[in-house]
């Protein structure tokens, strides 16, 4: 008989925070309010994922797209990525590394400071990397990598025959991160929406109904389940 036991943990898993509006609209509340729960959320599924013994976390809080939003609303996410980014001294306690992937550049200062300063204090920890993805498109990212090769080759560092799959990897934001095993995306939606489009060339997929704000430790203890159970083992002869 063939042993049959859940597959191994996902070592890197992305989670697209989506739904925080119509989770505020549904109560009558303005949508900043929605990202205010969502960033609640966002801090308690930090711990849990911790927790339960993922190595890896992306949690896509910005969109290269994003930007298209009215502007009370993009200041107000701003406002939360400022706070939150002071309440990260507290993961760093618990020797949680901390990375951003994105373009900063059209960050204000404070925030670039204040990003730069949690990844030099975290970068030796290795309990769990917590990954934000602010002001970040998987394009972009692939055209940024495409850009610092071109100046390579340009300098005659490297030659086009050189570039291999492992190069383009190494000039991603994400360099040094494993490829994500597993993105969980909440509210409905089931697309990628720009997120980690060459990271997830192997990647599972966990769909929800739940609204980001209401997501729970045990929704993301049912999507590992899920995950684990897609990679089953069938052990034994
Ligand atoms: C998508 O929901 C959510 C965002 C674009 C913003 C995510 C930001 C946060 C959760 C807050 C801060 C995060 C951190 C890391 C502190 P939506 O607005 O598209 O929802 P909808 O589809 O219901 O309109």
Redesign the pocket.
């Known amino acids: 008989m063939a042993k049959n036991e859940l597959g191994p943990m996902p070592v890197h898993v992305g989670v ?8 505020a ?1 549904k109560r009558g509340l303005p ?1 900043k309010f ?3 729960e ?2 609640k ?3 308690k599924i930090v711990r849990h994922a911790k927790a339960i013994g993922i190595k890896y976390i992306t ?5 290269t797209e ?1 930007w298209k ?1 009215p502007d009370d ?1 993009v200041q107000s ?1 701003m406002k ?2 400022e ?2 980014l002071d309440e990260l001294d507290d993961f760093l306690k618990e020797h949680v590394r901390i990375r951003f992937i994105g373009d900063r550049s059209m960050l204000t200062e404070t925030l670039q400071a204040k990003m730069k300063r949690s990844e030099e204090l975290s970068k030796d920890y290795d309990l769990m990397t917590l990954i ?1 993805a602010i002001n970040y498109g998987g394009r972009d990212e692939i055209t940024n990598a495409v850009k610092l090769i071109a100046e390579d080759v340009k300098a005659g560092n490297i030659e086009p025959s050189e570039i291999d799959e492992n190069l383009i990897q190494s000039r991603l934001y994400t360099a040094e991160i494993p490829d994500v095993d597993l993105i969980i995306r909440p ?1 409905g ?1 089931q697309r990628l929406s720009n997120f980690l489009i060459w990271q997830s060339a192997y990647a599972e997929y966990y769909f929800t109904d739940i ?2 704000p209401d997501f729970s430790k045990k929704d993301l203890e049912k999507a590992v389940e899920v995950y684990r159970d897609r990679h089953r083992r069938f052990g034994g002869v």
């Open positions: 697209i925070m989506d739904g925080n509006g119509r989770w609209k949508r929605g990202h205010r969502g960033a959320t966002f801090r949690f896509y809080a910005f969109s994003n939003r609303e996410i939360l990525f706070k939150y934000l509210s939606e609204l980001w």
